[in-house]
């Protein structure tokens, strides 16, 4: 089975809000996660990375929060825009691979 | 500039017949990874290559094979594609322990 799954498949957020996609993941030895972004027909699009030595990592109006103790990630996107529709995924690698959750839909009310 | 290069972005095959999809990179990157993705779902790993160390997922099936002749350049070959075998494949590139670039991936029809 997957190690790596997300609560929500599809979030609304109103143009301007802030976005929180949540993942849990299964495998305790994982030591990287990585979230990704998915637009119709493409790719997948590295947005950021944590090692499991940090709790905390932001980028560009990105942040993602890691809980180890409760196998917990999560990708906040700040004043959400229209191109940020789309699907994302978090991913963590593990044994020298990089496995998948199911994914998030998040699609942007004007 | 693309860095993980699939060719051909759309292919049909005929159902049965043996189907080669290609990938490169630029990225001179150790890792290599072929994924299928079928609508409305997670890319799926079928296989990765360490270097030349290629590991196949437990349940990828038999039909599905690949070659890494060097660094640069990896192939997923399907031997009898079946119409369940539709989907997107992607290409996906790391360093050991790092994030992987995927490229556009190519999506394969079966008729």
């Known amino acids: 089975g997957e190690s790596v799954g997300l609560h929500l498949p599809t979030l609304s957020v109103q143009e301007g809000d802030n976005s929180i996609i949540n993942c849990a993941y299964s495998?305790?030895?994982?030591?990287?996660f990585i979230w990704y972004k998915q637009e119709s027909g493409k790719g997948p699009q590295f947005i950021i990375d944590?090692?499991?030595?940090?709790d905390k990592r932001q980028g560009q109006r990105v942040t993602v929060l890691l809980n180890k103790t409760v196998k917990h990630l999560s990708l906040q996107i700040a004043a959400t825009q229209p191109g940020d529709s789309a699907v994302y995924f978090c991913?963590?690698?593990?044994?020298?691979?990089?496995?998948f959750g199911k994914g998030t839909r998040l699609h942007i009310l004007p | 500039d693309a860095m993980v290069i699939q060719n051909p972005r759309y292919q049909v095959t005929q159902f049965g017949k043996p189907v080669t999809l290609s990938c490169s990179q630029t990225?001179?990157?150790?890792?290599m990874y072929w994924y299928q993705q079928k609508s409305s779902q997670a890319p799926k790993l079928l296989f990765h290559?360490?270097?030349?160390?290629?590991?196949n997922e437990a349940d990828t099936p038999d039909n599905f094979q690949s070659r890494r002749p060097n660094t640069s350049f990896c192939f997923l070959d399907i031997r009898s594609p079946g119409l369940g075998d539709a989907a997107m494949y992607l290409c996906a590139t790391s360093r050991e322990n790092g994030g992987a670039f995927f490229g556009q991936g190519t999506r394969l029809t079966v008729v």
């Open positions: 290559y360490y270097d030349k160390d290629f590991n």
């Open positions: 495998n305790s030895a994982s030591d990287y």
């Open positions: 990225l001179n990157h150790n890792v």
């Open positions: 944590i090692r499991s030595n940090m």
């Open positions: 991913a963590e690698n593990g044994d020298d691979k990089i496995i």
